[in-house]
């Protein structure tokens, strides 16, 4: 990190869900497509989307459009797999994150083994990197991940912070102490620290305060309260409690 900009906490908005409620009824509506570009102008830094395998909510032609029409970076989630790695390399977003993917599961449940899927997963940093992307793997808070990120060459990881956002309590504090600890563990292996999953205004200010940390995405949280609020004024208020939360 070299300029103030930089230093900023960026907000990646994630608009997966704004496709499943227009996936629920099979038409164009809601277009995330257009969902993004309010995203970007309400004050998102990036715009994340996860194409996942059996394409329950984004869709091969949204990441299309989303690639024709975006202005800010495509941060894009997909699984480890052939036919991704071709999509991905097709398209050339500016980031990639790579997750595990289980067909039966409603969000993605815990990070990538990246320690024990090192052989399976280097190749697909590597070709991503070697296209100009910037690979990020979405861990669980772990020295070990972190060291086998680094070990892969990969230049991002991403925390998976769901545990976090469940818990209560004691719980919740032991599991915020363990993303701190990776996160600082990331700096100090020149790893760039992201994190994200099931984050909202209650939880987001102590990840948000963290330093190092680099980037926040975050989507369910902000399309369901744009039900209540507007999609704008959901992400403006993210932003102002990241900001609120970074500078105290
Ligand atoms: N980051 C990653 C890697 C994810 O897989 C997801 C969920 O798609 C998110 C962030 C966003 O999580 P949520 O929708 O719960 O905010």
Do not use: W
């Not at 908005?13 to 009824?25: I, L, P």
């Not at 995203?39 to 329950?56: C, S, V, Y």
């Not at 969000?107 to 024990?116: H, M």
């Not at 997963?121 to 100009?132: C, E, I, N, Y």
């Amino acid at each position: 990190m070299t300029s103030r900009t930089e230093d900023r906490l960026r907000l990646g908005v994630n608009v997966d869900h704004v496709a499943t409620v227009r996936n629920a009824r099979g038409g164009v509506h809601p277009d995330p497509v257009r969902a993004a570009l309010l995203a970007a102008e309400a004050g998102a830094d990036g715009i994340t989307a996860h194409l996942r395998e059996d394409r329950r909510h984004i869709s091969d032609a949204d990441i299309e459009a989303l690639m024709r029409d975006l202005t800010v970076p495509l941060n894009l989630e997909m699984a480890a797999t052939a036919e991704m790695l071709a999509i991905a390399l097709k398209h050339k977003p500016h980031a990639v994150c790579l997750v595990p993917e289980k067909r039966q599961e409603r969000t993605t449940e815990g990070g990538l083994d990246a320690a024990g899927g090192h052989h399976h997963l280097t190749p697909f940093v590597r070709k991503l990197s070697d296209a100009g992307i910037r690979v990020s793997l979405f861990i669980e808070a772990d020295p070990r991940q972190l060291d086998a990120a680094r070990s892969m060459g990969a230049p991002v990881v991403e925390l998976h912070t769901g545990s976090y956002c469940d818990a209560a309590g004691a719980a919740r504090g032991a599991l915020l102490k363990r993303i701190q600890d990776a996160a600082a563990y990331a700096h100090k292996i020149g790893l760039e620290c992201h994190a994200g999953h099931g984050l909202s205004y209650d939880t987001v200010g102590p990840v948000a305060a963290i330093p190092t940390m680099a980037e926040l995405n975050i989507g369910h949280f902000l399309v369901g309260e744009a039900i209540f609020t507007g999609f704008a004024a959901s992400i403006r208020r993210m932003r102002a409690a990241m900001d609120t939360a970074r500078s105290s």
